[in-house]
C-alpha cells in the first residue's frame, strides 16, 4: 500500500511543477496562488489536505489542483489571489 502512496505522491509532485513553471512558449507568466479560509474554525492551525500548512485558519498555495479539491469540499473558501 505505501508503494501506491508514493507513487500519487509523485505524480502530485509531478503536476505541481508543471503548474508552477514560469516560462510558456518564451514568454514569462505569472504563477497563480490561492488563498483557503477554514469557515468553522478561524483560528486553525496545522496541516489540512495534500499537506497544505494552516495558520490562523488560512493557507496560500500555489497548486491548482489542491485549489480545487478546497473548492469542491464543505468548510472552506477558495480565493485566487493576484
Known sequence: MSGKK???EQEMKQEE???N???AAGEEVKAKSWMIWVDNNPN???IGAGGV???NGHAVIDSE???AWFK???GYTVTEQQ
Do not use: D, L
Open 44 to 46: 486553525y492551525c496545522g
Open 72 to 74: 469542491e469540499h464543505s
Open 21 to 23: 513553471t514560469m516560462e
Open 17 to 19: 511543477k508543471q503548474e
Open 6 to 8: 508514493t507513487e500519487t
Open 53 to 55: 500548512q494552516f495558520a
Open 65 to 67: 489542483r489542491m485549489a
